[in-house]
T-cell receptor, first 116, second 112 residues
Framework: DTGVSQDPRHKITKRGQNVTFRCDPISEHNRLYWYRQTLGQGPEFLTYFQNEAQLEKSRLLSDRFSAERPKGSFSTLEIQRTEQGDSAMYLC??????????????FGDGTRLSIL | GEDVEQSLFLSVREGDSSVINCTYTDSSSTYLYWYKQEPGAGLQLLTY?????DMKQDQRLTVLLNKKDKHLSLRIADTQTGDSAIYFC????????????FGSGTRLSIRP
């Protein structure tokens, strides 16, 4: 079990640029989640996938944000036309779900995004 | 999140017990969690409890759940310097079992 892996760990970019983050979940996990954490706050849910299907999106996920999980394994989160308010830690988590039972979510170390 | 509340800071002496408290508002909570976050790192799942349980113990960690008062606590016995971190209380609900709702975290500091 190598854990949830996120890349890059840090991203610094200018306002208006596009950025893409990658998450590799724990291999047997069929669910993958994205959260955003701002300084001094707990993480806030953005979206989640079961296999390749995106099943829920938060109102926080504006139309500048898009997430994909094309083969039901790794996922990417893209932010277009970045704004100052996008500066945050973006956390990925994964879990195994079978039927109605969910296992706890395990988190990666996050990607810290800084917008200049 | 305003639905899960925790105190912001706790300071304890090394070797003493730490008790971190949390209150939540939604009676449909299914699981309640404690996560630990060290500087610059992601969240580490410490322990979790199903909503029909009252207590769970795991080595130095004891979780107590009072469903009537919607109160959750985490007790860390024999607190060590390595326990310094931010501790997040969190819940999932029947209405949306997929997402975790987090509190703002309690920063635990250990003094010698």
């Amino acid at each position: 079990d190598t854990g949830v892996s996120q890349d890059p760990r840090h991203k610094i970019t200018k306002r208006g640029q596009n950025v893409t983050f990658r998450c590799d979940p724990i291999s047997e996990h069929n669910r993958l989640y994205w959260y955003r954490q701002t300084l001094g706050q707990g993480p806030e849910f953005l979206t989640y996938f079961q296999n390749e299907a995106q099943l829920e999106k938060s109102r926080l996920l504006s139309d500048r944000f898009s997430a994909e999980r094309p083969k039901g394994s790794f996922s990417t989160l893209e932010i277009q036309r970045t704004e100052q308010g996008d500066s945050a830690m973006y956390l990925c988590a994964s879990s195994f779900s079978r039927g109605g039972g969910d296992q706890p979510q395990h988190f990666g170390d996050g990607t810290r995004l800084s917008i200049l | 999140g305003e639905d899960v509340e925790q105190s912001l800071f706790l300071s304890v002496r090394e070797g003493d017990s730490s008790v971190i408290n949390c209150t939540y508002t939604d009676s449909s909570s299914t699981y309640l969690y404690w996560y630990k976050q060290e500087p610059g790192a992601g969240l580490q799942l410490l322990t979790y409890i199903f909503s029909n349980m009252d207590m769970k113990q795991d080595q130095r960690l004891t979780v107590l759940l009072n469903k009537k008062d919607k109160h959750l606590s985490l007790r860390i016995a024999d607190t060590q310097t390595g326990d310094s971190a931010i501790y997040f209380c969190a819940e999932t609900r029947y209405s949306s079992a997929s997402k975790i709702i987090f509190g703002s975290g309690t920063r635990l500091s250990i003094r010698p």
